[in-house]
């Protein structure tokens, strides 16, 4: 199946070296920037990169053309010198990494070391803004996975997100317990304060996940010991 391309009149140079390769003149012109992707996951493969900058009022076409990034490879795009977003998505148009105000050489990571990838999909009628997820045995948050860069669409949007796994023992920060940082929404200065630590919950075999998110309306939701199944799926309905 061919990829849909969003035609852009522009005139622009555009440049795609696989990293270890040799130098590229252009590559190396102060006129230009270098955003640099490793795909760090062991499963995904990357197959579009769309991208918006200057002088464009639309997203522009699919920077990776016939080729792919595969798990482990790393690709370079070169770009001339403006402010760029770039969004990565799977063949199947799920979204795996979104960078927004790119204006100097960047390297992008997708996933990381340890990272497990979970498909979030968003049966909701709006969108969702922010996203928290944490082992249960876990005593914090961590950081929000969108970003505040973009937002999971609603009606069937369809995002990963890479988690951490759930641990051998339980970990905590001293930064405060969950329910803490609920009170707080979320706002890691505010939960710090907190002096409490997280009871000790039996979670059976697992791994089980607690979740919060909060909608674009300013809707918040939380849900402890989530069972993320074997297809490590996680679907949003209301």
Request: aromatic share 10%.
């Amino acid at each position: 199946m061919l990829k849909r391309v969003i035609l852009i009149a522009i005139s622009m140079v555009l440049v795609i070296s696989l990293a270890g390769c040799g130098g590229n003149s252009v590559a190396d012109d102060e006129n230009n920037l270098t955003i640099e992707v490793f795909n760090n996951t062991e499963e995904i493969i990357i197959s579009w990169a769309a991208f918006f900058g200057p002088d464009l009022d639309e997203w522009g076409e699919d920077l990776l053309g016939d080729q792919v990034i595969a798990p482990g490879d790393t690709l370079k795009f070169v770009l001339p010198q403006g402010e760029y977003s770039l969004v990565l998505f799977t063949y199947e148009l799920y979204v795996v990494k979104s960078v927004s105000n790119i204006t100097e050489d960047t390297y992008i990571e997708v996933g990381g070391e340890g990272k497990v990838p979970v498909l979030v999909e968003n049966n909701a009628d709006k969108d969702i803004a922010i996203f928290f997820i944490s082992p249960s045995v876990n005593n914090d948050w961590g950081e929000d996975l969108i970003g505040g860069l973009d937002v999971i669409p609603a009606e069937f949007g369809r995002r990963f997100l890479f988690i951490d796994p759930v641990p051998d023992t339980p970990v905590n920060t001293g930064n405060g317990n969950k329910e803490e940082k609920l009170n707080n929404n979320g706002d890691e200065e505010g939960a710090e304060e907190g002096e409490s630590k997280a009871e000790e919950r039996e979670i059976p075999e697992g791994p089980y996940y607690d979740i919060y998110y909060i909608y674009a309306d300013g809707e918040e939701v939380v849900q402890f010991d989530v069972l993320i199944d074997g297809k490590r799926t996680l679907t949003i309905s209301e």
